[in-house]
């Protein structure tokens, strides 16, 4: 049956290091082939590289642990408004609509592990360690695909009329 209800939130529990849900469904999402703890592995990494990065940088506007970091970076990320193809009188109409809190954290995710994995040459937790970093500083290639959709939707406010 599609589109029932799941416990699944109600089942994820928190990440064993930090104790956030957040991170446990981002971990879930780094996940290949059910293999749990090489995606935990991946993803503790990354955040003790973004640690020794910002004990050696010690920049002024980014937190100071490497768990906030990762928040401000998902902050940072998440779409507001995205495009939506809507079928109007024989025409295809680019509709802005609001994104859903649940949909935001999956583009989110999908959109930051996306960068990560598009680059080749470097262990995987150095180039989420990076893509993160960039996220949380405002830049990287998940920013740029954020704001390339906040781009579109601003570009079709004509049509958003038509999002009912």
Request: proline share 4%; glycine share 6%.
């Amino acid at each position: 049956m599609a589109g029932r209800i799941t416990k699944s939130e109600q089942q994820l529990r928190p990440d064993p290091r930090f104790g956030d849900k957040t991170l446990a469904k981002f971990i879930n999402c780094i996940m290949h082939g059910g293999k749990k703890s090489v995606a935990q592995r991946v993803v503790y990494d990354a955040l003790d590289l973004m640690q020794k990065r910002l004990d050696k940088e010690k920049p002024e506007n980014l937190p100071k642990t490497s768990i906030e970091l990762f928040q401000k970076a998902i902050n940072n990320v998440r779409p507001e408004v995205e495009v939506r193809s809507k079928r109007v009188g024989g025409a295809n109409y680019q509709v802005p609509m609001q994104v859903s809190s649940k949909r935001r954290m999956s583009l989110c995710f999908r959109w930051i592990i996306t960068a990560a994995r598009a680059e080749s040459g470097k262990p995987m937790a150095q180039r989420l360690a990076r893509e993160l970093y960039d996220a949380a500083r405002g830049d990287g290639k998940a920013m740029n695909i954020r704001d390339q959709t906040h781009r579109m939707a601003e570009a079709n406010r004509a049509f958003a009329h038509f999002a009912w």
